[in-house]
């Protein structure tokens, strides 16, 4: 049986390069280890881009939409046509991650991999329509392997597409309704824990609904869970064709040597899948965020993240990593622009 392409080795970080970089930052005017994890982002890059100079200054943000299955069981508090009304609103520029990337000169693309209900062509849209959604995953599989593999292509693709482009950095993001259910869900399949430790507000459920939540999400898993014997399983039978899209798009980056910045919650779900189903994938992302949502960090911490910012952020559509980039940025521009202690004529440290 020949591999399939997401089980093809990633690419190794250069060490001779991270090692020049290393090298430069014990020479800037500044102590060792003064601008703390900025030095090591920078160091980090120099590896991963395979230059001693790392650059964050070409962006590709591909945002994936699909709608979910599982919101039939009444767990989001929007209806699924507003993933399509969002849809609209990220082209007309309004939307929080139109803003972001607008000021931040990223090249923003917009996926349509399944919405539950038609909407006209958008200009600018890739309008893919993998399925009308997902299935409802509380009796059946959330996708069958087709749409799955599909959706793991659609964010290989995506990703291609950014290589082509020279981009210095990949971020995905996601859009759909009913989609923290089913992070939810492949959260507690493959971290081995119970529903109630993991489930959050989502759109923002009240009480009542969380509690429904829960319940329905346990009788999901009471169905899926003796069929689980993979990520892909998992993924497949409770996923989202977005949360495929991104797993596809995080092994595909670490195959071709594009750095990720990841999202948040959703994006760590696809994360967490990316690198079971590839362990070479890990090396390849950063960690933009941790959000409000309850389970995001226990994901965090079985992917040995740590995020850069905390500001109880819980929108998806790449916001979070969004609003990280310009901390790359940064330690990319004081790596490359600051004077050596020889270049400045500044005595170095006397120990």
Known sequence: ???????????????????????????????????????????????????????????WISIFAA?????????????????????????????AISVLARHLGAELELLDLGLA??????????????????????????????????????????????????????????????????????ASLLLNQPVERLVGAGTGMKSGGLQHKIRVI????????????SPLDALTRVGGLEIAALAGAYVAAAQEGVPVLVDG????????CATRMNPGVAPWLMYSHRSAEPCHQQLLDALDAEPLVALEMRLGEASG????????????????EMATFQEAAVSGSLQ
């Open 1 to 59: 049986m020949s591999e399939a392409w997401w089980q093809a080795a990633a690419r190794v970080s250069d060490g001779g390069q991270r090692a020049q970089a290393l090298t430069r930052q014990t020479q800037l005017t500044k102590p060792q280890g003064a601008l703390g994890r900025l030095e090591q982002l920078a160091v980090n890059l120099a590896g991963l881009q395979g230059r001693s100079q790392p650059s964050v200054e070409r962006i």
């Open 67 to 95: 709608d979910h299955g599982i919101a039939q069981e009444g767990v989001s508090a929007y209806p699924q046509e507003v993933t399509g009304q969002m849809l609209a609103n990220f082209v007309q520029g309004g939307a």
């Open 117 to 186: 209900h038609e909407v006209a062509a958008l200009p600018g849209v890739r309008h893919l329509k993998i399925a009308a959604g997902t299935a409802n995953f509380r009796h059946q599989s959330a996708m069958t392997n087709v749409q799955c593999a599909h959706a793991l292509l659609a964010g290989r693709d995506a990703v291609l597409r950014s290589v082509e482009n020279r981009m210095d950095l990949f971020v995905g993001g996601d859009m759909g309704i009913g989609n923290t259910s089913s992070a939810c869900a492949l």
């Open 218 to 229: 346990e009788d999901a898993l009471k169905l899926h869970r003796p069929h689980i014997k």
């Open 265 to 272: 919650y959703i994006c760590c779900a696809a994360a967490l």
């Open 321 to 336: 990593a969004a609003v990280a980039v310009p901390l790359l940025q940064a330690a990319c521009r004081l790596h490359n």
